[in-house]
């Protein structure tokens, strides 16, 4: 093993061993100075990422207002006209990442995203605004492949989900800053300064990116020609392994994209908050349980997998069970928006431990050379599926039992797509069933 020469960049050092074997097939085993920094620089990435993401969520209600949409239409600004372009794409963008520039790609997604972030902030119409978010699927659709690829070639497998989790504390931070942010504009200024005072700074990271960072030169696998796309994807979901991975990750995508849609609408409608408070309120859980979870998820899968190779998997099924009370409980047992908050703590927490572990473990299942594709066709069946479906399936129930249930039919509806949480447990259930018969060779 060779040590990796890193610089500390915002003690990111203290966090993470960052080793790589020596003479990897890919390009891995070469000594990469500033991985640290790469990494660091991966993070604020994911965290500009849903930070952006989460926008349309805490600025659905004053959005709705002006420009007078329904739920249903809520539900597809923030699933399926963003989703669906950021899963399709995701396919073809992974692979340019494998065949030519996991850099390249990435920085220049960063780029697109941001600027059609801000670009949202002109809309005039429901049509101009699924336009804008087109264009940020467009752009982060070439984030999270490039992404896990770079992190899984510069740390090994007893490292990787701890560097994996750095990599996912983006997410509780983007989140948090996005809802509390982006809530706290909207109230001083309103909904279009919030997007183009959100959008623009994540143009200047994709440049930072671009020019400060490099990484060495790919060596083509040995013995191994590049596969057609086809052979590639093919390839991947032959495997059990990486099959559940991808299918319990879908069955959670349902779920949280529906409560990251929604769950601030239940605080404003239910509890009578305003839109800064309710993204104050979820920006703060999400980003102080996020980031405990986060840690927490990268700390004990790699733990658990030295002590028996299913270690990963069953984490993730034993958080995505844990949390399925508590959520229940914030949908059908809180009587104030506080009680709720304090409920949704721990699916805050539990929905984000899982993603380093199961992540790192799609990573060791996928070839060297497929990576980013692996990492790519996880984000078109997560996306297209979970994402894109979930929140307008949870809306449209929404607008169906509304004018029975009146503010309470939302509740309900969120409510209703818990199953997907027992979905989710099983599947990893069954990935860690098929790894005893993995080999139990090291992982590089």
């Not at 709705?64 to 396919?91: N, P």
């Amino acid at each position: 093993m060779a040590q990796i020469v890193t610089r500390d960049v915002g003690g990111a050092d203290a966090v993470l061993e960052a080793t790589a074997p020596v003479g990897g097939a890919d390009g891995a085993g070469e000594t990469v100075p500033n991985a640290t920094y790469l990494l660091v620089l991966l993070m604020l990435t994911n965290a500009f990422s849903y930070l952006d993401r989460q926008l349309p969520f805490i600025l659905g209600e004053p959005i709705k207002r002006e420009l007078g949409l329904s739920d249903t239409q809520l539900g597809l600004l923030g699933g399926a006209a963003f989703m669906i372009v950021y899963s399709t794409v995701a396919i073809p963008l992974s692979r340019l990442a494998d065949r030519r520039s996991h850099i390249g790609v990435l920085s220049g997604a960063v780029v697109v995203w941001s600027l059609f972030t801000a670009a949202g902030a002109w809309a005039q119409s429901f049509a101009q605004l699924v336009m804008s978010r087109v264009g940020v699927a467009l752009g982060e659709a070439g984030a999270i492949p490039p992404a896990h690829a770079l992190i899984a070639r510069i740390y090994p497998a007893r490292t990787r989900g701890r560097a994996m989790s750095f990599y996912q504390l983006g997410l509780p931070l983007g989140t948090m800053f996005g809802l509390a942010g982006g809530g706290l504009i909207a109230d001083a200024y309103g909904w279009r300064s919030a997007l183009l005072m959100m959008g623009l700074p994540g143009a200047l990271l994709g440049i930072l990116i671009y020019v400060t960072t490099s990484m060495p030169p790919r060596r083509a696998p040995i013995g191994e020609e590049a596969p057609s796309t086809a052979r590639a994807l093919w390839q991947l979901m032959a495997d059990p392994v990486y099959r559940n991975l991808v299918f319990g990750i879908t069955a959670y995508a349902f779920l949280s994209y529906g409560v990251s849609v929604f769950q601030p609408a239940v605080l404003i409608r239910t509890f009578g908050l305003s839109t800064g408070q309710a993204g104050s309120m979820l920006g703060i859980a999400h980003g102080v349980m996020g980031v405990i979870g986060t840690l927490a998820g990268g700390y004990f899968g790699d733990r658990l997998s030295r002590r028996d190779p299913r270690g990963k998997p069953w984490f993730a099924a034993g958080v995505m069970a844990l949390s399925l009370p508590f959520f229940l409980g914030a949908q059908f047992v809180a009587s104030s928006g506080v009680m709720a908050i304090v409920l949704l703590c721990v699916p805050f927490a539990a929905w984000v431990a899982f993603l380093p572990p199961v992540y790192s473990a799609v990573q060791e299942t996928a070839p060297p050379h497929l990576r980013a594709t692996a990492a790519g066709l996880l984000v078109l069946c997560v996306n297209l599926i979970g994402s894109a479906l979930g929140p307008v399936v949870t809306g449209r129930l929404s607008d169906l039992l509304t004018p029975g249930l009146g503010s309470d039919g939302l509740r309900v509806a969120l409510a209703c797509s818990a199953v997907f949480i027992l979905w989710s447990t099983l599947h990893f259930l069954r990935a860690a069933h098929h790894m005893r018969r993995r080999a139990a060779g090291p992982i590089a």
